[in-house]
């Protein structure tokens, strides 16, 4: 299989402060990588579409001057949760597609707090 | 855009019994289906897939099974054990290039009881 990473697996901030999660994949380039955003007991939500060198595409209902995305290079995204309040504290997951396969490879989640 | 239900939202079974899981979708173009099982505080982890030109497909204690027609897809684990105990999820997309998002399915909690 392939390997996708998160940093960091877990924050904690203050109210009105922004947060950035990174994704990145390990042993494979993604021109494609997806964020997800899971409350407890829920599914996982696509928040966005993040496009290696374009922007990306974010889903009904996601404010994308909040949330930040940026894929600057083919192994990595990175997610900016800005000027965060508690509705924000979720469980954060990116996955990316490895070549033409169908197969999402998930990363390991990071739980944001958000005091 | 694409919709998928999933039932039961919780589900126990006998440990050794078998335990069923439907999900149906809304999109007649979709071609991909994913079951994916998640355990507390970790990443989802796919068990299995079909695509849309097969009618079953089998993986030990673990098989799925697809109606295009009737637009629904089915998991089905034998023999449970404690360690299947996890909330699945199962999803449908469109795939042509590999790129393209998934739907998922609301979970279901399922408990293997000793």
């Known amino acids: 299989g392939a390997v996708v990473s998160q940093h960091p697996s877990w924050v904690i901030c203050k109210s009105g402060t922004s947060v950035k999660i990174e994704c990145r994949s390990l042993?494979?380039?993604?021109?494609?990588m997806f964020w997800y955003r899971q409350f407890p007991k829920q599914s996982l939500m696509l928040m966005a579409t993040?496009?290696?060198?374009?922007?990306?595409?974010?889903e009904q209902g996601v404010e994308k001057d909040k949330f930040l995305i940026n894929h600057a290079s083919l192994t990595l995204s990175t997610l900016t949760v800005t000027s965060a309040h508690p509705e924000d504290s979720s469980f954060y997951i990116c996955?990316?597609?490895?070549?033409?396969?169908?197969?999402?490879?998930f990363g390991p989640g990071t739980r944001l707090t958000v005091l | 855009g694409e919709n998928v239900e999933q039932h039961p939202s919780t589900l126990s079974v006998q440990e050794g019994d078998s335990a069923v899981i439907k999900c149906t979708y809304s999109?007649?173009?979709?071609?991909?289906f994913p079951w994916y099982k998640q355990e507390l505080g970790k990443r989802p982890q796919l068990i299995i897939d079909?695509?849309?030109?097969?009618g079953e497909k089998k993986d030990q204690r673990i098989a799925v099974t697809l109606n295009k027609t009737a637009k629904h897809f089915s998991l089905h684990i034998t023999e449970t054990q404690p360690e299947d105990s996890a909330v699945y999820f199962c999803?449908?997309?469109?795939?042509?290039?590999?790129?393209?998002?998934?739907?998922f399915g609301t979970g279901t909690r399922l408990t293997i009881i000793p």
């Open positions: 996955s990316a597609n490895k070549g033409s396969y169908n197969e999402q490879f």
């Open positions: 042993d494979f380039q993604a021109t494609t």
């Open positions: 993040s496009n290696e060198g374009s922007k990306a595409t974010y």
């Open positions: 999109d007649s173009a979709s071609n991909y």
């Open positions: 079909i695509r849309s030109n097969v």
């Open positions: 999803a449908a997309k469109y795939t042509n290039f590999g790129n393209e998002k998934l739907t």
